[in-house]
C-alpha cells in the first residue's frame, strides 16, 4: 500500500514563475491537505480539499491554489513566485476521523 | 501570542539522559493534540496522541495540562536514534479543522 506520494521532490524556479505540485493520497484517504515549511519553522496550512472543493484555507494570498481531481488526487498552484515561497510543500492526506499521514514534500527552491 | 509555542533547543543530552519539552497553545477551545517527529529534510510522522489522562508508550509519555495550557512530551533512556525535531501540533474546536503546528523542539542524543 503506497503512502501519500508528491512531486516532483525537488525544483528550481525563478522569481515570477509558476508551479504546480502534485500529489497522490493514501489508498482510501478522501482529504487531502497541503502545508508549506520554511526552514527552521513548522509546517504552515494552506488548504483542505474534500469532495473536490476547497473546505478551509489558512492565511496565504491568492497567488496559493489548489484543485482535488475525482480520484482524490490534488495540485497545489503557486504563481507569481517569489524568494519567500522557497520552503519544503507537504500534502498530507486522512479519511476523517483518522491520523493523518505526510507526504516526503516537494523542496521548491525560488531564484 | 502565537497559537504554539515551543523552545526551539537545540537540547543536546548524553545517550541514557531523560529530556523533557513543554508546548503551550494559546486556544483554550483546542480539543486535540499531538507530537509529531521529523527527522531532518523528512515529513512529519505521528510520534503520539494526548490524552488528558496522560499517554505512555514505552520510553515516551505525553501530558496535558489544560488548566495552564500546554503539553509535554517526556523522552527517557533517550536513544541517538532519538534526535530528531519534535513537533507540538493542536487540533482546533472540532475535529476536521487543520492542524497547527508549532516551530519544532530539536534534540540531539550525543554518544
Known amino acids: 500500500d503506497a503512502g501519500v506520494t508528491q512531486s516532483p521532490t525537488h525544483l528550481i524556479k525563478t522569481r515570477g514563475q509558476q508551479v504546480t505540485l502534485r500529489c497522490s493520497p493514501k489508498?482510501?484517504?478522501?482529504?487531502v491537505s497541503w502545508y508549506q515549511q520554511a526552514l527552521g519553522q513548522g509546517p504552515q496550512f494552506i488548504f483542505q480539499?474534500?469532495?473536490?472543493?476547497?473546505?478551509q484555507r489558512g492565511n496565504f494570498p491568492d497567488r496559493f491554489s489548489g484543485h482535488q481531481f475525482p480520484n482524490y488526487s490534488s495540485e497545489l498552484n503557486v504563481n507569481a513566485l517569489w524568494l519567500g515561497d522557497s520552503a519544503l510543500y507537504l500534502c498530507?492526506?486522512?479519511?476523517?476521523?483518522?491520523?493523518?499521514?505526510f507526504g516526503e514534500g516537494s523542496r521548491l527552491t525560488v531564484l | 501570542r502565537k497559537e504554539v509555542e515551543q523552545d526551539p533547543g537545540p537540547f543536546n543530552v548524553p545517550e541514557g539522559a531523560t529530556v523533557a519539552f513543554n508546548c503551550t497553545y494559546s486556544n483554550s477551545a483546542s480539543q486535540s493534540f499531538f507530537w509529531y517527529r521529523q527527522d531532518c529534510r523528512k515529513e512529519p510522522k505521528l510520534l503520539m496522541s494526548v490524552y488528558s489522562s496522560g499517554n505512555e508508550d514505552g520510553r515516551f509519555t505525553a501530558q496535558l495540562n489544560r488548566a495552564s495550557q500546554y503539553i509535554s512530551l517526556l523522552i527517557r533512556d533517550s536513544k541517538l536514534s532519538d534526535s530528531a525535531t519534535y513537533l507540538c501540533v493542536v487540533v482546533g474546536v472540532s475535529g476536521n479543522t487543520p492542524l497547527v503546528f508549532g516551530k519544532g523542539t530539536r534534540l540531539s542524543v550525543i554518544a
Open positions: 480539499y474534500y469532495e473536490e472543493e476547497e473546505r
Open positions: 489508498s482510501g484517504h478522501d482529504t
Open positions: 498530507a492526506s486522512t479519511r476523517y476521523p483518522g491520523e493523518l499521514f
